[in-house]
């Protein structure tokens, strides 16, 4: 079966910087867009940044861009998010998922999710 498994989570101070990685099994890797999202106490799950399959295309949110850099090893089945300049705001349950499409900010699209890895951000 399809498993994502994210690791490399982890408590940092602002400023700071952390390298999230995804390692993917089950799947023909290569095929699928691939994002990273997040989910902070009491808020809805928000799109992150994403890596698409065909040009490995990147897309970020506005809140992200120029600290985060998505990136993908398909020889390795990984995708990994370096973030820097971290900011307590960015604190949340970060998740890696897997889209048949081509990629998609829009997470209803898709199609396997990993557990989460914790990323906490002191001030």
């Known amino acids: 079966q399809v498993q994502l498994v994210e690791s490399g989570g982890g408590l940092v101070q602002a400023g700071g910087s952390l390298r999230l990685s995804c390692a993917a099994s089950?799947?023909?890797?290569?095929?699928?867009?691939m994002g990273w999202f997040r989910q902070a106490p009491g808020k809805v799950r928000e799109f992150v940044t994403a890596?698409?399959?065909?040009?490995?295309?990147?897309y970020y949110a506005d809140s992200v861009k120029g600290r985060f850099t998505i990136s993908r090893n398909n020889a390795k089945n990984t995708v990994s998010m370096q973030m820097s300049s971290l900011k307590p705001e960015d604190t949340a349950v970060y998740y890696c998922?897997?889209?048949?499409?081509?990629?998609?900010?829009?997470?209803?699209?898709?199609?396997?999710w990993g557990q989460g890895t914790q990323v906490t951000v002191s001030s």
């Open positions: 998922a897997a889209d048949s499409g081509v990629v998609s900010r829009n997470g209803l699209e898709y199609n396997y």
């Open positions: 089950g799947l023909t890797f290569s095929t699928y867009g």
């Open positions: 890596i698409s399959w065909i040009s490995s295309s990147t």
